[in-house]
């Protein structure tokens, strides 16, 4: 069981690896012409930051850093939205953050399936907004996905690593 920096740690060594391979993949489509200098700087931050708290996403079901920091963004969002009158954005807002708190600790946010489906806004809302783009969210929703699994893997839910002991149950 890894803590808050070992988690950070972890997507930051899996974002290394993800970020070669779309670098890899921009160079082969020369991709990287379209972006503009800040955003050759700004879209990888952006990406590496997105991993990095989905790293620390799956331990929001219990008290740790990343419950805080979710907790905190989360507040704040739904401040905002109460400010601005969407009532009922605000609502399901504060329904989809209690959803961490009815599982257990390593629950289901430490599955396969949460990896994929907590990240799926970042793909189904660049359709619904952009329907122009709509693989726009692809990046970020990988990003999300490395991030996850890079926790699940740190866990030790996904591969055995020595000295630590595989949990069941998933």
């Known amino acids: 069981m890894a803590g808050y920096r070992g988690h950070l740690a972890g997507a930051t060594a899996f974002f290394g690896v993800y970020l070669a391979g779309l670098a890899l993949l921009f160079s082969v489509d020369q991709a990287y012409h379209r972006l503009s200098d800040v955003e050759l700087v700004a879209y990888p931050a ?18 740790s850093k990343g419950q805080n920091l979710f907790y905190g963004l989360f507040f704040g969002v739904d401040v905002a939205l109460l400010a601005t009158g969407q009532i009922e954005e605000a609502a399901y807002l504060g329904l989809f953050c209690i959803l961490p708190a009815l599982g257990k600790h390593r629950g289901w946010t430490h599955t396969y399936w949460a990896m994929l489906l907590i990240p799926s806004p970042f793909l189904v ?7 122009e783009r709509p693989f726009a969210g692809l990046p970020f929703y990988g990003a999300a996905v490395v991030g996850y699994f890079s926790h699940l893997v740190m866990d030790g839910m996904v591969v055995r690593l020595p000295g630590r002991r595989r949990k069941s149950g998933w």
């Open 125 to 131: 809302l660049p359709s619904v907004l952009a329907p």
């Open 46 to 63: 952006v990406l590496f930051g997105v991993c990095l708290m989905f790293g620390l996403w799956p331990d929001v079901d219990t008290n």
